[in-house]
């Protein structure tokens, strides 16, 4: 056991307080001795013999007390009881699905820069897991959820709604990697698996297809297809490649502009050693969609993405993500709304658990007049990843465009609890206080998400809030300001701005700026309570027709 962890380990098993209660009996027992046992004219050597007895029982007593205080658990925080038996599982035959988390690899190598092959190892094999027939897996966003906080695994299990966690360890040496694994079982705390694998660097892909097959073996789940033989396939043989890309996917996880573009170089540098990497060119596809809008002009981003999805599944036309980043870019830059649809559709269908797959349908679907549909695919969304803000946001997004703004601010504040980096649920909490009336709560949030994000964009929502409180001359300079600087501005987002100054002709014509730029906010033109005071003017309703949005 880690020394580090052993004396909570003793407080925990209450062994420090039965020492403690041994001692004060010991003592209590030694002074009676001393009194009763000349009384009965017992030699003096007995007051000894009940000294050297109890010295004698106090390691038995402790052993008794670690032993006896229930399974050994890996401790977060302090120990709790047991579920109820409500929760438990019962008779494994009549429970159903088995379901799992794969809480993040905790980096023991020196060096902390390693943590990118920690956190791509905890991927691996939660993708692995993944593949399993009947077993229901935390998603990526929800176990990161935890990453580097002191919380006991069971709470954990509870919270992501799983009856058994994987935690592990990771020390990355040069060409050498040890890997700790262990399954723990969340109705007792009781280890059900648990191994360490010490292998070069080049064995990595088996140490991580043992780890899941050793896993689905402890829960004695039955594998099927191609997974009897392989439940981690390496989609390359350049292990340096292969470490290049997961630094990629350590820097496209954090969600901001420079660590995006680290993403890209990354991704780029593994291509260089092995072109045929399908999962490089997919990860390209994903970062550009995520640069795409707020920090890269559509015109540039959404081709390139495009571009390296169909790369992607012309090497690996299994590949989901590039599936899903490819029907993204079909509707929210194509425009080809029923073709997006389709083919989001063939996402789900292929890979049902994977929610980027459900959240891209989603987006579609209030283009083709689903609104319902759309808010309903979010929280199926929420379903898979439940911990996850952006997917929040999302479907506070939705709620909003169907002016339900109770709703819509309550998943807002949920999305902005679960990423308190991210500037969009500002953003719709600004707009729900508008549509309500209150403008000058919408300038705080507005100027929140500015705070947060610095996306120049921003600044259109803080005009068009000050606009509607009566600051005009503020929110003139304010717009002359953005118009005046060199970096990219969503179009789309100065037009309300326009329009709550009363300047319609300058609203629409920075609609039709952001037609021209195809930017992916209009795709949403016919439905955000933002475009209201534009709605009876027959220029916009011509933009309308010309994207091809639909109403319900």
């Not at 699905?97 to 905890?122: C, H, Q, W």
């Not at 964009?457 to 509607?468: D, E, K, T, Y």
């Amino acid at each position: 056991m880690n020394p580090g962890k052993f004396w909570p380990e003793l407080k925990r098993r209450k062994v420090v307080q039965r020492a403690v209660l041994y001692g004060i009996v010991a003592w209590i027992v030694i002074q009676a001795a001393d009194i009763v046992i000349p009384a009965l004219n017992i030699p003096e050597w007995g007051v000894s013999l009940v000294v050297v007895l109890l010295a004698l029982g106090f390691p038995v007593a402790m052993i008794l007390a670690w032993m006896f205080d229930g399974p050994a658990q890996v401790v977060r925080g302090e120990r709790r009881p047991p579920r109820s038996a409500r929760d438990r599982r019962g008779d494994e035959e009549d429970a159903g699905p088995r379901s799992i988390a794969v809480l993040p690899f905790v980096n023991m190598s020196d060096d902390k820069e390693n943590e990118y092959f920690s956190d791509g190892m905890t991927e691996e094999i939660l993708n692995a897991l993944a593949k399993v027939p009947d077993l229901r897996v935390a998603s990526r966003t929800s176990s990161f959820a935890f990453k580097g906080k002191v919380q006991d695994v069971l709470e954990i299990a509870d919270e992501l709604r799983v009856d058994t966690v994987v935690e592990g360890s990771v020390r990355k040496v040069q060409n050498r990697v040890r890997v700790t694994a262990q399954l723990i079982n969340a109705d007792d705390g009781y280890h059900l698996w648990s191994e360490t694998y010490d292998r070069d660097l080049e064995d990595i892909f088996k140490v991580q297809d043992e780890i899941a097959r050793s896993i689905v073996d402890a829960l004695k789940l039955e594998l099927v297809g191609e997974e009897k033989d392989h439940l981690v396939s390496p989609e390359t043989e350049d292990v340096e490649a292969y470490t290049l890309y997961l630094k990629g996917r350590f820097f496209f996880n954090r969600f901001q502009e420079a660590d995006l573009r680290r993403s890209l170089d990354l991704y780029a540098q593994a291509l260089d050693r092995d072109p045929g990497y399908g999962r490089a060119w997919a990860g390209i596809a994903d970062t550009w969609m995520q640069l795409a809008d707020d920090w890269v002009a559509p015109e540039q981003a959404y081709p390139e993405a495009k571009a390296a999805a169909e790369k992607a599944i012309e090497l690996d036309a299994s590949l989901a993500e590039a599936h899903t980043a490819r029907g993204k870019v079909l509707g929210w830059f194509d425009w080809d709304f029923d073709g997006a649809e389709l083919a989001l559709r063939r996402a789900v269908a292929s890979n049902p658990r994977y929610a980027d797959a459900h959240w891209g349908l989603a987006s579609i679907l209030p283009t083709n007049g689903q609104m319902e549909a759309a808010i309903e695919e979010a929280r199926a969304t929420l379903a898979l990843d439940p911990l996850s803000g952006i997917f929040s946001y999302w479907l506070a997004r939705y709620l909003y465009f169907a002016r339900r703004t109770a709703e819509a601010k309550d998943a807002a504040t949920r999305a902005a609890e679960l990423d308190p980096t991210s500037f969009r649920p500002l953003l719709v909490l600004g707009l729900c206080h508008l549509l309500e009336g209150h403008a000058e709560d919408a300038v705080v949030s507005f100027k929140q998400a500015l705070d947060v994000s610095g996306v120049v964009s921003a600044n259109a929502f803080v005009a068009r809030a000050l606009a509607a409180a009566g600051r005009e001359d503020e929110a003139r300079e304010l717009l002359a300001r953005i118009e005046s600087g060199d970096e990219y501005v969503r179009h789309e987002f100065m037009a309300p701005a326009y329009a709550a100054l009363g300047d319609v002709d300058r609203a629409l014509a920075a609609l039709e700026t952001a037609y021209q730029e195809r930017s992916a906010g209009l795709i949403y033109l016919h439905v955000d309570p933002s475009y209201d005071a534009l709605r009876g003017d027959a220029r916009y309703q011509e933009l309308v027709r010309r994207i091809g949005l639909k109403s319900g």
